[in-house]
Every structure is written in C-alpha cells, then in structure tokens.
C-alpha cells in the first residue's frame, strides 16, 4: 500500500538527488534534501486539508489530481511561479526573468523578496477565509468545544467570515501606511499592494470556493432525487454534475495548494537563490504532500481520527496570521513548520484519546451482560 502510493515520490526523489548532485556536486544534493523537508514540514496541513476534499471526489479525478495536478504544483509553483514573479515586479520579459535567475542569482532573489508583500496578502487572505469559514460553521463534533461553540453561534451572522477578513486586510494596510509615514513615505506603494493583492485572494476565494460549494450541493441534490427515482435521464444528469462538481473542487484544491507553496518558495530563499535546486527540493517536498494526501484518502485517516481536519484548520489560521505578519516582520519558516505540526500532533493524540473513550464506553454494557 505505502510503495503504491509513494512509489513516484520515491522515484522523484532519486531522480532529483541524482540531478542535484550532477547540476553542482554534493553540496547540491544537501540542498535539495533539506528544502524537500522544508517543504513536507510546511504543508503537511495541506496534505490533511486536500485529503478532506479529495475524499469527495471519484477515482478518476482522484488521478487527476496526482497527474495534471502534480504537474501544476511541481513546475507551475515551484518554478514557473518564482519566475513570473519577478518578471511581473520588475515589468521585464519571462527570457530576461529567466535569464536573471540563472546568471545573477542575487538580483533575483532581491525581486523575489521585494514581490513578497503581495505574495503574503494574497496566500495569507486566501488561507485565512478557509480557517474563518470552518471555525464559524456549526459541526457535530466539535475538537475544543470551549472556543467552537461561541464560534459556532457567531457564525450565524451572514457574511461575518468576509468581514472579518476585510477588517483584518485594512488593518495590516493601514499598519504598512502608518510604517511608511514613519519612513519618510518609502513604502506608501506597499501599503496599495498589499490591499488590492488581498482583495484579489478573497475574491478568488469567494468565486472558486463558491462555484465548488454551488456545484457539489447541486450534486448532492442529484443524488437524492436519484434515490427516489431510477429513470435514466436522472442519472445522466447527476453524472454531469458530478464532472463540474470535481473539476471546480480541482481547481480549488489547486488555488489551496498555491496559497500554501508561497510560504516554502519565500522560505527557501533562506537556504539557496539557485532556481534550478529551489525547484529540484520543493518540488521533491511537493510529490509527498501529494502523496500523503491520497494516503489519507485511501486509508480512511480523517473518518478515524476525527480531530485532525480541525488540527490542519487551525495551522491553516496560524500560517494565514504568519503571512500577513511576515509582510512587514521576518519570522523563521522552523517556527512556521513546528506550529502546523504540533497543531496536527495534538488534534491526532485528541482524536485516539476520543477513539478509546468510545471503546471503554461500548465495553461497558457488554461487560454487565456477561456478569
């Protein structure tokens, strides 16, 4: 089971040590395993957020989402993406950009870093509304029922995840505002950015996010109309839906795994400015995310252990407060890893705890039958 479903994330790790110590020796190969870990530190929230959303999705988008969706997340974020960055900052062609980040590695990466506070506002809003749209959405099972209940109740409130975001969006512009009057008005640009970058994640948000709900509500209609009736049309219909459903749910889970790689290709600008080994080790990372996150599908992880999806939405919030802070203080990716994995490692020792509550409790009345 494990070398089925992590035997191409084993293969892309040999062939990407292998490339890494032929591109610039063994130092390189270092390099490389390093961002790697980097990389499955930072998102393994990711890998737990997918895999509540893959769950709902059949076997052919499934694959899907491990062929094309590999692909976008490898080569689209991890290389492309730094790239089109720069080339859009510094209103230069995608040949010069790349040209840049080969040949004057420290250039680039100064363009990378000066793209970052939009980077940051529009990961951070994007990443936010999804922590705000579960914590304030009423579950039946609640992981720290002291702070979801009151949320829960808030939650009632139309539109009150939107607004809280937008309140939060002002507050960090206005702080950049007020920082660049301090600064004799160097930044007073910045301030513009960081607004209409987070205008666009929250839009983004709002109309993928959106469409994907409208669809698979649609679907579950289908299904229930097709339980009471058998006739053909129905279920032409249905399995129509189920196509748009999936496809929007795909391209959610790509905007979701976007938000979540901008924090690791900002990140390994700490380690390497080399293009070629920051694409080789973050795009090592992202095929076990992928990986895990089919893993946890096929296993049946989250309907076991309960917590854990609340655990990845809590690191979620946590790294949407980190990006937005990051846009004017540098906070160490190690703190922003450990967070998300102690948040899950806590949500799972929660949900055994739970699971052996349950077993005791079923034990009981068997126990006074045979007595």
């Given at each position: 089971?494990?070398?089925?479903?992590?035997?191409?994330?084993?293969?892309?790790?040999?062939?990407?040590?292998?490339?890494?110590?032929?591109?610039?020796?063994?130092?390189?190969?270092?390099?490389?395993?390093?961002?790697?870990?980097?990389?499955?530190?930072?998102?393994?929230?990711?890998?737990?957020?997918?895999?509540?959303?893959?769950?709902?999705?059949?076997?052919?988008?499934?694959?899907?989402?491990?062929?094309?969706?590999?692909?976008?997340?490898?080569?689209?974020?991890?290389?492309?993406?730094?790239?089109?960055?720069?080339?859009?900052?510094?209103?230069?062609?995608?040949?010069?950009?790349?040209?840049?980040?080969?040949?004057?590695?420290?250039?680039?990466?100064?363009?990378?870093?000066?793209?970052?506070?939009?980077?940051?506002?529009?990961?951070?809003?994007?990443?936010?509304?999804?922590?705000?749209?579960?914590?304030?959405?009423?579950?039946?099972?609640?992981?720290?029922?002291?702070?979801?209940?009151?949320?829960?109740?808030?939650?009632?409130?139309?539109?009150?995840?939107?607004?809280?975001?937008?309140?939060?969006?002002?507050?960090?512009?206005?702080?950049?505002?007020?920082?660049?009057?301090?600064?004799?008005?160097?930044?007073?640009?910045?301030a513009e950015t960081v607004l209409i970058s987070g205008v666009a994640g929250l839009v983004t948000y709002l109309v993928v996010g959106g469409l994907s709900s409208f669809f698979e509500n649609r679907l579950d209609e289908e299904e229930e109309e097709e339980e009471e009736t058998e006739r053909t049309g129905k279920q032409q219909s249905a399995v129509l839906l189920a196509g748009r459903a999936a496809f929007f749910m795909f391209l959610y889970l790509e905007v979701l795994d976007a938000s979540f790689s901008f924090d690791?290709?900002?990140?390994?600008?700490?380690?390497?400015?080399?293009?070629?080994?920051?694409?080789?080790?973050?795009?090592?990372?992202?095929?076990?995310?992928?990986?895990?996150?089919?893993?946890?599908?096929?296993?049946?992880?989250?309907?076991?252990?309960?917590?854990?999806?609340?655990?990845?939405?809590?690191?979620?919030?946590?790294?949407?407060?980190?990006?937005?802070?990051?846009?004017?203080?540098?906070?160490?990716?190690?703190?922003?890893?450990?967070?998300?994995?102690?948040?899950?490692?806590?949500?799972?020792?929660?949900?055994?705890?739970?699971?052996?509550?349950?077993?005791?409790?079923?034990?009981?009345?068997?126990?006074?039958?045979?007595?």
């Amino acid at each position: 089971m494990i070398l089925k479903t992590f035997g191409w994330s084993f293969a892309v790790t040999a062939l990407g040590l292998t490339a890494a110590v032929f591109y610039d020796g063994w130092t390189a190969l270092g390099v490389v395993a390093i961002l790697a870990i980097l990389e499955i530190s930072l998102s393994f929230d990711n890998a737990v957020v997918n895999a509540g959303i893959l769950k709902k999705m059949n076997a052919f988008w499934q694959k899907i989402f491990l062929t094309v969706g590999v692909l976008i997340a490898v080569f689209g974020m991890r290389l492309v993406f730094p790239v089109v960055i720069v080339a859009v900052s510094a209103r230069m062609g995608p040949v010069e950009a790349v040209d840049l980040a080969l040949n004057n590695k420290d250039r680039y990466q100064q363009l990378v870093t000066d793209a970052h506070p939009s980077i940051a506002a529009f990961g951070g809003m994007f990443l936010l509304m999804i922590f705000l749209d579960f914590i304030f959405e009423d579950r039946d099972i609640k992981w720290l029922g002291w702070l979801e209940r009151p949320l829960a109740k808030l939650g009632k409130i139309d539109m009150l995840s939107v607004c809280i975001a937008l309140i939060v969006l002002l507050a960090t512009a206005f702080t950049f505002a007020t920082h660049a009057h301090q600064h004799g008005g160097t930044h007073v640009d910045k301030a513009e950015t960081v607004l209409i970058s987070g205008v666009a994640g929250l839009v983004t948000y709002l109309v993928v996010g959106g469409l994907s709900s409208f669809f698979e509500n649609r679907l579950d209609e289908e299904e229930e109309e097709e339980e009471e009736t058998e006739r053909t049309g129905k279920q032409q219909s249905a399995v129509l839906l189920a196509g748009r459903a999936a496809f929007f749910m795909f391209l959610y889970l790509e905007v979701l795994d976007a938000s979540f790689s901008f924090d690791g290709v900002i990140g390994a600008f700490a380690i390497t400015n080399d293009i070629v080994l920051m694409a080789l080790g973050l795009g090592t990372g992202a095929m076990y995310v992928r990986s895990l996150t089919v893993y946890l599908v096929r296993q049946g992880t989250l309907d076991d252990y309960v917590y854990l999806e609340h655990g990845a939405h809590y690191a979620i919030g946590a790294l949407a407060v980190i990006l937005m802070v990051t846009i004017q203080y540098q906070i160490n990716e190690i703190i922003t890893g450990l967070l998300g994995v102690v948040l899950i490692t806590w949500s799972f020792i929660s949900s055994v705890r739970r699971n052996r509550a349950l077993a005791a409790e079923e034990e009981r009345p068997l126990e006074r039958v045979s007595s």
